[in-house]
């Protein structure tokens, strides 16, 4: 029984290693969620506006005030003219955001494509609306555009393409070199780009980030998600942001109205405040972040791992092979969870074909602590592979 895109659909990778970090009291830097609770503010707000504010059904579009503030954002961060009015829509997180785009723009037989390694609901969404993936893989380390391969994925029945920058599980972020090819390319063959942009506000080195959406010719043509939880580090919210123009818009929330209809106003009343009065949240997280960062890659090279660069995002990759591990991604990140207690994400699970099996992401957003003793387990985890191995040969 049921749709077979779920039906057939395997327990996700995520709840695989969550569960097995529970059981066995791993430390777990699987899956992406921060240690630190969010701004102090923010939360005071959302807790303040549930007890003495409006708490039934706020406009489907989302609270004016919060769409207000999400276009003064955009405009004073990224130089982007929205009307908040006509361009922008308040969701359930941006995997509510993701399936709006999909189900509104996606008709039966229409080719969509895709990045790989990718999110993990991007597939089973696209195709649940009726679309057929194309694939388009990108290379690490520098997960670089390549116009042969882009090219070669597009077709006359092609209508959408999804770009995630930066982008999960990669830390990468589309340099403008890429970000003008994928414009040329959408320009040249009418193509509408859904930008998964959560990520926007976790980069480092003083990184700003440029949406496909201000590229020339590209306005009119983009879908820009975000999202609150990233932005403000409260995972748990589920809210997300729509950006397009008016007849895209439409649309959009056309499909919103059918899927969660609207978003706690109370939610929507703090990140309201959060985008127009907590800006130095925003110099603080990136900065924090970093640290964390830098002194779990630093950690892990004076172990002997090899760690790729990590310009955004919550996660590391280490690769395993130049790490003097041969045990494939998954095989070792579910000893390492069973047998060292630690628990990553083999980059395997963010493909659907010609997956590397060589690479595993970490996620860096945790205390000190954490860190470090997830360094020293991984370490273990490492050994106890090469032993295995060298026994069973």
């Given at each position: 029984m049921g749709h077979p895109v779920y039906r057939d659909m395997p327990t996700t990778i995520f709840e695989e290693m969550s569960g097995l970090a529970r059981a066995h009291g791993a430390v777990n830097l699987g899956q992406g969620f921060p240690d630190d609770p969010g701004?102090?503010?923010?939360?005071?707000?959302?807790?303040?506006?549930?007890?003495?504010?409006?708490?039934?059904?706020?406009?489907?579009?989302?609270?004016?005030?919060?769409?207000q503030a999400i276009a003064g954002h955009?405009?004073?961060?990224?130089d982007l003219d929205l009307d908040w009015s006509t361009e922008v829509t308040v969701t359930s997180g941006a995997t509510e955001a993701l399936a709006s785009a999909f189900f509104a723009l996606i008709q039966p037989g229409d080719e969509v494509v895709?990045?790989?390694?990718?999110?993990?609901?991007?597939?089973?969404?696209?195709?649940?609306?009726?679309?057929?993936?194309?694939?388009?893989?990108?290379?690490?380390?520098?997960?670089?555009?390549?116009?042969?391969?882009?090219?070669?994925?597009?077709?006359?029945?092609t209508r959408l393409l999804v770009l995630n920058n930066p982008n999960?599980?990669?830390?990468?972020?589309?340099?403008?070199?890429?970000?003008?090819?994928l414009a040329e390319v959408c320009i040249a063959h009418d193509l509408i780009a859904v930008c998964d942009e959560v990520w926007e506000q976790v980069?480092?080195?003083?990184?700003?980030?440029?949406?496909?959406?201000?590229?020339?010719?590209?306005?009119?043509?983009?879908?820009?998600?975000?999202?609150?939880?990233?932005?403000?580090?409260?995972?748990?919210?589920?809210?997300?942001?729509l950006c397009a123009t008016p007849a895209l818009t439409q649309a959009l929330a056309r499909a919103h109205q059918f899927l969660t209809f609207t978003t706690p106003p109370n939610l929507q009343v703090a990140v309201a405040w959060g985008l127009n009065e907590d800006a130095d949240w925003f110099t603080a997280m990136p900065a924090d972040l970093q640290r964390s960062r830098d002194r779990l890659g630093a950690s892990l090279s004076a172990a002997g791992f090899s760690v790729l660069a990590a310009p955004a995002t919550y996660f590391l990759i280490v690769d395993l092979a130049a790490s003097g591990v041969t045990e494939g991604d998954r095989a070792f990140c579910l000893r390492a969870v069973t047998q060292a207690g630690v628990a990553a994400i083999p980059v395997s699970a963010?493909?659907?074909?010609?997956?590397?099996?060589?690479?595993?992401?970490?996620?860096?957003?945790?205390?000190?602590?954490?860190?470090?003793?997830?360094?020293?387990?991984?370490s273990h985890a490492r050994d106890l592979s090469r032993a295995a191995l060298s026994v069973s040969t």
């Open positions: 701004p102090l503010g923010v939360r005071a707000k959302a807790a303040e506006a549930v007890l003495d504010g409006y708490n039934q059904y706020p406009p489907m579009s989302g609270l004016p005030e919060l769409r955009y405009g004073r961060r990224q895709v990045f790989q390694p990718f999110y993990d609901a991007y597939l089973p969404l696209i195709r649940r609306a009726g679309g057929i993936v194309r694939l388009v893989t990108l290379q690490p380390p520098h997960w670089r555009l390549d116009r042969a391969a882009l090219e070669a994925a597009i077709g006359p029945k999960n599980p990669a830390g990468a972020v589309s340099p403008a070199e890429d970000l003008a090819l980069t480092f080195e003083g990184r700003g980030h440029q949406p496909l959406m201000a590229l020339p010719g590209m306005r009119e043509r983009t879908v820009k998600i975000g999202s609150a939880g990233k932005m403000f580090g409260l995972t748990g919210w589920k809210v997300g942001f963010f493909y659907e074909t010609d997956a590397p099996s060589h690479l595993i992401r970490l996620c860096f957003a945790k205390q000190d602590e954490v860190l470090d003793e997830a360094v020293r387990r991984l």
